[in-house]
């Protein structure tokens, strides 16, 4: 015979609407009675009925999950990081991919606003505008995109930018290349921000790139236009297509030009030469994002915007080495 919530509450020794309250408003229950009343239901099986506490609550217990593209290895540690935390809350998770295109980002979130209790929207293309309008139907929080208003959890890649190129300078390297990424991206700007920052060098900023391998490869020849000695890429796969595109012409990484990228991707651990990087925590994103939206679900028209900032740092690997004679 299945758990029944008053199996759950006796064993808890909790009343039957704390139980209620912790699956349908965890952010009101003391959070060592929550994880006791969440760890028994876990033992005895029990699952709330998702259809009658939708219609008791008004909440569906549904997230959307809009990303820039889930084919980039950055993606799915954050992905599979919301979801699991998500789903301890009794939550589940729907995610889309826009393919970097602001339309069809656009197009998803009315499409999901109508299913879910709020979005988390990761890396987004469309203009700032555009997401403080769309917000006004369901609760937001962002993903690296600082917006006035809105909760954000920000990954500090100016931070993670300064010490590559800090990395960079201490080789000896002073004319350097920052492959930016797409138009309009919040990464690509801190980034450029934090590198104008470090004195002593010859910045040249190139872009904006597709923040693919393909972008990289396409990127190689500006790269050696731009008569520089060390490039910082705006990810590891525009690094991992710079590197790939430099040796296609008979450039050595790094024996001729040194090589960082942002994200630390598994793909970026696997490549010869091994790829030095800015690793971004990419999973306490994903749990800190689903932390903050069920804030706000639960808040309601209390709700007040929270800003979450998240260290990075540098991984030095083989792409890097002194500067050539």
Known sequence: ???????????????????????????????????????????????????????????????????ADISNPFFPPLIKAAQAHARLRDYHVFVADTDEDPQVEEELI????????????????????????????????????????????????GHGARLAIEHLTALGHRRIALLAGPAGSWTSREMSDAARAVDGIELSILGPNSPTEHGGLAAADGVLAADVTAVLAYNDLMAIGLVEGLDERGV?????????????????????PKLTTVAMPTE???????????????AGETATPALATLATHLIIRDSTGPVPP
Do not use: W
């Not at 699956?23 to 060592?32: D, G, T």
């Not at 999901?112 to 369901?138: F, H, M, W």
């Not at 050595?252 to 010869?272: A, F, K, N, Q, Y």
């Open 110 to 157: 009315q499409t999901l606003t109508k299913q879910v209790d709020g979005v988390l929207l990761c890396s987004p293309r469309l203009s700032n505008r555009a997401i403080e309008k769309l917000s006004e139907d369901v609760p937001f929080v962002v993903v690296n995109r600082r917006l006035k208003g809105m909760s954000t959890v920000l990954m500090d890649v």
């Open 284 to 298: 306490a994103a994903g749990r800190t994002a689903v932390d903050l939206l069920l804030q706000l679900v639960g």
């Open 252 to 272: 050595e990484v790094p024996g001729r030009i040194s090589v960082v990228g942002v994200d630390d991707i598994v793909p970026g651990r696997l490549t010869r």
């Open 1 to 67: 015979m299945a758990a029944t919530i008053r199996d759950v509450a006796r064993a808890s020794g909790v009343h039957v609407s704390t139980v209620s309250r912790t699956f349908s408003a965890p952010h009101l229950v003391n959070p060592e009675t929550r994880n006791r009343v969440l760890a028994i239901a876990e033992d005895l099986g029990y699952r709330p009925n998702r259809a009658a506490r939708a219609l008791t609550t008004g909440r569906t217990h549904n997230l959307g999950l809009i990303v």
